[in-house]
């Protein structure tokens, strides 16, 4: 019995060391998967030159600003030799001087030249005489002996909580921008506005709204009937009609951009809408998920007295969920991210006919400089997608061949 359980316990941790393994290798597969998309929201939230900064960071930061004489101006950690503080930036482009101790050779202020005082004693540094200043800390303090190093293009600082006192010198090389996490939410708006982004998106969830509720509806009378309905030639023209699947959208083009400058529809959102309330797929689908539910419930509402609509609307329809929901979860990513079809039968140039696809792949080019922009832009091509999915998960995992009876 010792010798079982001592095999069964080895088992078990066997068992249970696998089991974390893949977990372990399934979460760090997701960690990689949501990685481009991590980098993309966090980059929609951020500045144009913090989405460049290097090595990258994940967070938005944003400089940190104070008000000085009803101003705002960013505030940097300035370092001036062994001594740093967060100071206020209030100009640029000022010429001073550099200037190091006498005693150490080390930098110790910036200055112009009306805020040392010459002590006529000269040092010697590498081999050359430099004259020597008497340089008495703004902030008190007891003098000190410098010299020049040499002259500089300089930024000028205050301190925060006193503007109005002495003001610090130091080149750009000898501040750090002082940041905080910061979610620049005005991107969003401001992408909206580019190109009549708003616009196209508007259009873009018309569009998919009509498609996704033709599609459905469609399918469903379509199924219904080549699932239920007897007629001479059912199975072959279902056949005939499963078959168009198998030609390639691509071949169609040609041929259904004619029909539309026939009928006129070119520039038109119609052109995207009535050609794809029809799918061969849905029906597919519907008419699969018909043929499994049972005869039995057809036949005893038709004892009942139910027409076809009403056993169709009240029997099938309300069994069919998950199928529907499968349906309506594709018919939605097909319609919102189509792409070829717009920018065949659509003109670039009317904006108020465009969509979300085409008015983003110009994006593209029109904010190159500004990829934090293009990012708003994908995300909010992104969140629509995602979130229907979401939504529509649970009935999206059901069996679609189950009847929806329960024992």
């Not at 030249?113 to 000269?122: A, F, N, S």
């Not at 006192?165 to 000898?174: D, E, F, I, K, Q």
């Not at 569009?207 to 469609?218: A, E, K, R, S």
């Not at 922009?373 to 679609?400: C, D, H, K, W, Y």
Request: charged share 15%.
């Amino acid at each position: 019995m010792s010798g079982t359980a001592t095999r069964r316990a080895a088992r078990g941790g066997r068992e249970k060391a696998a089991r974390v393994s893949v977990y372990v290798i399934l979460l760090i597969a997701g960690l990689v998967v949501l990685i481009p998309f991590l980098l993309a929201f966090f980059g929609s939230f951020k500045t144009s030159e913090d989405i460049s900064t290097y090595p990258p960071r994940l967070l938005p930061y944003a400089p940190t600003t104070v008000d000085i004489d009803g101003k705002q101006v960013p505030l940097f950690t300035v370092t001036v030799g062994s001594t740093s503080a967060d100071l206020a930036q209030i100009g640029g482009g000022a010429s001073a001087n550099e200037y190091r101790s006498v005693a150490t050779n080390e930098e110790v202020v910036f200055a112009k030249e009306d805020q040392v005082q010459p002590t006529g004693k000269t040092v010697d540094v590498a081999g050359e005489q430099r004259e020597v200043f008497l340089w008495t800390p703004p902030s008190g303090g007891d003098p000190v002996e410098v010299y020049k190093e040499r002259s500089r293009v300089v930024n000028e600082y205050v301190a925060p909580d006193d503007p109005t006192g002495p003001v610090t010198y130091a080149p750009a090389t000898n501040a750090v921008p002082v940041e905080t996490v910061q979610f620049q939410t005005q991107n969003y708006s401001e992408v909206l506005s580019l190109n009549k982004l708003d616009r196209a998106l508007t259009n873009t969830v018309l569009i998919t709204i009509l498609v996704v509720v033709g599609q459905v509806l469609t399918s469903i009378l379509g199924g219904y009937a080549f699932a239920r309905v007897k007629f001479a030639g059912r199975d072959k023209l279902f056949l005939f009609y499963l078959g168009s699947i198998m030609i390639p959208f691509v071949v169609l083009l040609i041929p259904l951009y004619r029909l539309m400058v026939t009928i006129g529809w070119v520039n038109d959102l119609v052109s995207l809408v009535i050609p794809f309330v029809f799918t061969a797929y849905g029906t597919f689908l519907m008419r699969q998920f018909f043929v499994g539910i049972p005869k039995e419930l057809e036949e005893a509402a038709v004892i009942d007295g139910a027409s076809r609509w009403r056993i169709l609307w009240q029997i099938f329809v309300p069994l069919s969920v998950p199928a529907i929901a499968t349906l309506a979860t594709f018919s939605f990513l097909y319609a919102w991210n189509s792409f070829i079809w717009p920018l065949i039968i659509l003109d670039s140039g009317n904006l108020d006919n465009n969509v979300l696809s085409v008015a983003l792949s110009t994006l593209g080019g029109r904010a190159a400089d500004n990829a934090n922009l293009v990012l708003a832009g994908v995300m909010i091509a992104m969140l629509p997608p995602i979130t229907v999915f979401l939504l529509a998960q649970r009935s999206f995992v059901e069996n679609v061949a189950s009847s929806g009876l329960k024992g």
